[in-house]
Each structure stands twice: as C-alpha cells, then as structure tokens.
DNA sequence: TAATAAAGTTAGATTAACCTAACAAATATA
DNA sequence: TATATTTGTTAGGTTAATCTAACTTTATTA
C-alpha cells in the first residue's frame, strides 16, 4: 500500500514523462519544484522508492519509473481524471475548479469505487481538459501533441486539451467559448510575433497571441 | 483546518454521544477503543483538541464536544453520510460496502463539492442505513429510538435505521428482504427468550431472535 | 474502609514527511 | 581546462501521530 505522498510522487513523476515527451526521466529538482518540497524532501523520498521497486534511482542520476511505478502512477492519473470528470458532469463544477478537488479524490483507496465511477460516468475517454483517461488495464487513449501554434494559414482544426490548465488561462477561454471538440479556423499567422487571427466556430475573427496558440492542443481537420 | 486525524476524534466522540443519548460524553479508554489506539494516544490528542477548544478536558475526566467541536463533528457525520448515498444509490454499492469507502470520502475538503453533492442527491434526508443527514446549517431530522424489541404482539412498524451496522447484521437483513421502510408487524412476543414471531410485509410469519430486535430502529405505525 | 481493579497519564521512543545548512558532484562557460 | 554555476546529497533537526512501560488517580468491591 502506497502513502498518499508516495502515490504523489509516482504521478509528478508520470505527469513529467509526459511534459517532456523523448526525455522520460526527470531530476530530484524538477520533482521538488513539481510538488512544492526542498530537494532534500524528494531525495529521500526518491530513496524510499527505490527500496520499493518504483523508480530506478542512482545518487546524482535521472529518474526513471519502473514498470511497477508507472503502472500506479496510471493507476492514480484514471481516479484523478474520472474524479474530474465527474465533478464536471454531473455536480456542475466549471472547468478550472476540478483540480483541486481531484487532488484529494484521486487517494481515496477503492479499486470497486474506480471502476463503478467509471461505468456511471459512460466510460469517458477524455476528462474534461481533453486529456485521456486511462482504461483499468493501463491503456489509454493517445494524446494529441499538435499544438495550434503549428498550424498555418488557411488550416482547420478542433480543440482537443488544453497544455496550461491554469485558473487564468482557462476562464480565458470559458470567455472566448472555447471548450474541448471546438472548431477553429487559422485565418493569418503574424510572422513578427508568433500572434494568430483564428475564427473561432462562426463567431467573428479575432487575434489571440503566440502563448495563447501555445496552450492548445489541436487535432487537425482537413 | 483540521487534520485527518483530529476529524476522526471529532467524529467518534460525537457517535459516542448519540450511542448513549443521555450522556453525551466519553472517557479516554473508550474512545481509543472507538478509534482503534491506546489510550496514551487518545490522551495526547485530547489536550491538542482541548488547546483548539474543539473539546472539553480535564485530566481524569470526561470528555465533551464544544459547540464549535460539535459543528466540525457534524459536518463530518453530513459528508459521510451523504457519500454513503451516493455509493448506494448511484454506484450500485451495497448495504454493508458503503461504509469503509466513506470513511476516506469524508475527510475531502471542499465546502462546494459537498453542497452540489447533496443537491446531485436531490437532497436526501436519511443515508442508506436509515439515519438521518445532517444539513448544510447542523439541522438534522429526529432519529429514531424506539427498537423493534420495544414492540407487543398485535403492533405494526416500519423500519426506520439499523442499530447495528455491522457486515453479518446487513447481510442477513438483506437475506430477509428487509430495508430502510419495510413494514413488520408483530404477531407474538415469547417471553422466555424475547424472541419474536414478525410477519415482513406479507411473507410467511418468521422468527427473530431478541438480539435481532435490539439492532432494528423503527417507527411505529397505528 | 482498605484492597483491588479499572481508567487515565506521563515519559521516552519511533516513523513519515518535512526542513535548513553545509557540502559534493556534474555541467556550463569564460 | 579551470572556474563558476547548477544540481543533488548528507547530516542533523522538527512535528504529528503513534507506541510501550511505568506510574497515578478514580471507582468498585469484599
């Protein structure tokens, strides 16, 4: 049985493999900046983990998950992302509020609880972020990696997650009627700052900046 | 903000005070035996709770919730409670499954997810053991005392709450067919053992022991 | 009421998760 | 490549929640 901050461990640990898609492995800094401890705090946690066959960890060496590990770690992103979904289903959360509470849920210790969420819920593929839920065997959906800043004049494409999931960012978008699943057409791209005029479903043209076009993940139409 | 832990010796001592309804206190042994550890434990804790003024303590003394120790008390009781519906209701969890996953349920903090909860519940009044839930302002409906071994021959009830939740209790209930709003009526009280002969609903008239009917909470009907 | 039993407390340890401060290794840069 | 910077580790300490063992107070009973 894992504590609650060992489980937090393996899913920084996971959340940062993903972040850096050909670079799996993360440093002792990076975890502890990631979950808010000193880099004496995850050193000996990441010290603890190894015992445990979770991580593979050498002094001075990246981190890496173990089959073990990265098996719990999916297992903790299924209960944080169904949790999420749930909370935005069906009690009405808005998109920037379920983290939070996801954070706390995702512990709770129940395989039957998971897996009848799961059924209530339809087995949703995606969480309410447009990031995939992984299935209680571990697989999971791919992720859509195109970012809209990728695309060119003329492209088309439909949102499908959101990479910054800050309070910000995404009432910004709540603003612009932007959800996941919504259409958007690249209409010029402005070589002198990375900024985008995008039509946005039929509403009329707007500007949104290279950042912004940075924070979306998008699959392509033709 | 209290921990996991305090919240636990909150919520003992306020089920202690509805087991024995005319004394609402507790002694230190019992609630470490409530709690599940020694009672040098239960000691520490007691002064810690007495310092946050959840408690009243004195040294060899009884212990008593404050008002403001009762509020937190309750509020946990309404979260368990209502988690315990929502597994039964919504999850398909069974009698005797909802309590353990509660448990953790109950100590997720957010005053928002408990509010919308209860209103996803369309704001229940009892959890699926028969007893009552606390709302939003501490409120709760009146609970049922009087035991079904409290009944003579020739009376009729419905059953209103469990006394005893235990796994094997639960389990033979549901083997009786009786739930929450059964209708029982007494047909004859044996003296010698006070077991009863009851009719449930309109099956074949049965047999109960006196320790069966010491566990049933139920409302008297004319 | 004196002896015994039950209930409760204290002191001193332990464990998990965290910290600071000082140090060591690895990497980047002048 | 020597030095500076970044990254990571070690040692020693803190806090919350637990324990055991010894002790004290209160309650029961002979």
């Known amino acids: 049985m894992l ?34 401890v000193k880099p004496a705090t995850a050193t000996d946690m990441l010290k603890k983990l190894k015992e ?44 920037d509020e379920v983290h939070e509470v996801a954070e706390q849920l995702e512990h709770i210790q129940s395989a039957k609880l998971v897996d009848k969420l799961e059924e209530f819920l339809n087995f949703p593929e995606f969480d ?13 959906p791919a992720i859509a990696k195109t970012l809209l800043a990728e695309l060119n004049a003329g492209q088309n494409c439909k949102v499908a997650a959101v990479k910054d999931t800050s309070t910000l960012f ?37 500007s949104v900046s290279m950042k912004f076009a940075e924070s979306l993940f998008i699959n392509q139409l033709p």
């Open 170 to 206: 995404l009432r910004y978008l709540e603003k612009l009627k932007i959800t996941i699943g919504t259409k958007i057409k690249v209409l010029e791209v402005i070589a002198f700052d990375g900024s985008l005029n995008i039509q946005i479903e039929n509403e009329e043209p707007r």
């Open 128 to 140: 309410p972020h447009g990031d995939p839920i992984p299935k209680a065997n571990g697989d999971m």
């Open 52 to 95: 445990k066959d979770l991580v593979t960890y050498k002094k001075y060496g990246k981190i890496l998950l173990t089959d073990i590990g990265r098996k719990n770690g999916i297992a903790i992103l299924r209960k944080h992302r169904l949790w999420e979904t749930f909370l935005y289903e069906k009690l009405d959360f808005s998109w």
């Open 3 to 36: 504590s609650y901050t060992e489980e937090n461990y393996l899913k920084a640990l996971l959340k940062l493999s993903f972040q850096n898609e050909d670079r799996p492995e993360a440093g002792t800094n990076e975890m502890a900046a990631y979950l808010g």
